[in-house]
């Protein structure tokens, strides 16, 4: 006997399909096999044989049966490891890292060092993340607030198969905490320093004996650490929410229905920065051999009026602290009028169908989701005012809408 996936996944226009084959010995340890569809289960649960059952194939599967790189993580264990944020997953993965450069919401993943860097909106993450199986292409803000989580799955190396064309270094599988059949609740909150706030809470109840709903909020709000000197203003701050809603539907053993709706907001300013000094410093440059105001430790002489730079900067006005402080000091002086202020709305729908014919599961999952950012950026970080992006939906402004659809068809054969 033969194990046969199918998979067929379109996202935006982008087509993956794959058929795999499995030895008919791993039936045995592969809950998958069983003549209902199994629930997706938590990849952290072990049972009486200490087996880790993972989804990382689209089916439910032992982790010693799969036969790629994969850390499964549980919403337990990211609790008790203190993980506020998908960022701090390094902790429990480390060949995870998670960054971002000039926009907080373009952030991407980097797995084992390989990932895509940058603030251009037309890249796309090498590192593919999915949310309870939608695809996500802006990965910085599906990498953010996501409120209670069921398991991470991180799927390292190429993943083209599973998560299309643009898994070239990893995958990212998130699956957040469904509704359950009997009624609960919970609340917390956090307080930090810069005043940093975070209160999170939901609802769990039961509808009926075949419907249970679910909904749950975050509020993340924290001082800027960076400050402006000129225009007296914090930089760097967090201000933003999400909330979320969820309904399922089982009528049988062998259907049953998820929908998922959920809506975020960032209202914050970022991403202001300091010169990194003596060792590198972007506006004293030169080419190599050519550097005639060198520093003993052979560091470029940024604050030297033997820079020729540096004259013309202070004639035009640039503030003589910024090119003089520590690398580590929090005054910034940007501009004056200058703001490094963004908005992002992030929100979306999905449904997810299993539907178990015997020895077979269709899965269907749809989505659809909006996304929009626009960012202001004091780019030259100087007083002086050369490069400036403005904020608003006229200047630097994006949006994306994404419709994706995948059908996976899961079961044995001949």
């Known amino acids: 006997m033969q194990r046969l996936g199918l998979r067929h996944h379109c996202a935006l226009g982008a087509l993956a399909g794959a058929l795999a084959f499995a030895p008919a010995a791993a039936q045995a340890q592969d809950p998958a096999t069983d003549d209902q569809a199994p629930d997706l289960v938590d990849a952290a649960d072990v049972d009486d044989g200490n087996v880790i059952i993972v989804t990382a194939q689209g089916r439910a599967q032992a982790l010693a049966d799969v036969p790629v790189a994969v850390s499964a993580v549980s919403g337990e264990l990211l609790e008790k490891s203190g993980v506020a944020d998908i960022r701090d997953l390094n902790q429990v993965a480390p060949s995870l890292l998670v960054s971002s450069t000039g926009n907080e919401a373009n952030g991407s993943a980097r797995i084992r060092g390989i990932g895509t860097v ?9 590192v593919a ?7 996500r292409s802006r990965s910085g803000n599906a990498l953010s607030e996501l409120g209670p989580i069921d398991r991470v799955e991180i799927l390292r190396g190429p993943q083209g198969t599973l998560g299309g064309r643009n898994s070239s270094a990893g995958l990212i599988n998130i699956y957040t905490a469904p509704p359950e059949f009997e009624f609960s609740g919970y609340g917390a909150f956090t307080y930090g320093n810069y005043d940093a706030i975070k209160i999170e809470g939901g609802v ?3 509808l009926g004996e075949t419907v249970a709903a679910r909904i749950d909020g975050v509020y993340f709000k924290r001082d800027g650490f960076y400050t402006d000197v000129t225009n ?8 933003r929410y999400l909330i979320r809603a969820q309904a399922l539907f089982e009528p049988t053993e062998d259907i049953s229905f998820r929908l998922v709706g959920d809506y975020s907001k960032k209202d914050e300013a970022c991403c202001a920065a300091t010169f990194v000094q003596p060792e590198f410093a972007p ?3 030169v080419s190599p051999g050519l550097d ?4 003993p430790n052979g560091g470029p002489a940024l604050t030297s009026t033997s820079n020729p730079i540096i004259p013309i900067l202070l004639g035009l006005g640039q503030d003589p602290r910024a090119l003089s402080q520590s690398t580590f000091n929090r005054n910034i002086y940007p501009t004056a009028g200058r703001s490094y202020a963004g908005e992002t709305e992030d929100y979306g729908i999905s449904g997810e169908l299993n539907w178990s014919f015997g020895n077979v599961t269709l899965t269907s999952i749809t989505g659809y ?4 950012n626009n960012q202001a950026s004091d780019t030259d970080y100087t007083t002086v005012d050369i490069l400036y992006r403005a904020p608003g939906p006229d200047a630097g402004a994006r949006e994306f809408k994404t419709f994706t659809q995948e059908f996976r068809l899961n079961g044995t054969a001949f």
């Open 204 to 206: 769990n109840a039961p």
């Open 118 to 126: 940058g603030d251009n909106p037309g890249l796309e993450s090498s």
């Open 129 to 135: 993340v999915f949310v309870d199986g939608v695809y």
């Open 292 to 295: 005639p105001f060198t520093r």
């Open 232 to 239: 007296n203003t914090d930089v760097n701050d967090r201000d």
């Open 369 to 372: 989701r909006e996304y929009s």
């Open 283 to 285: 506006l004293a440059r």
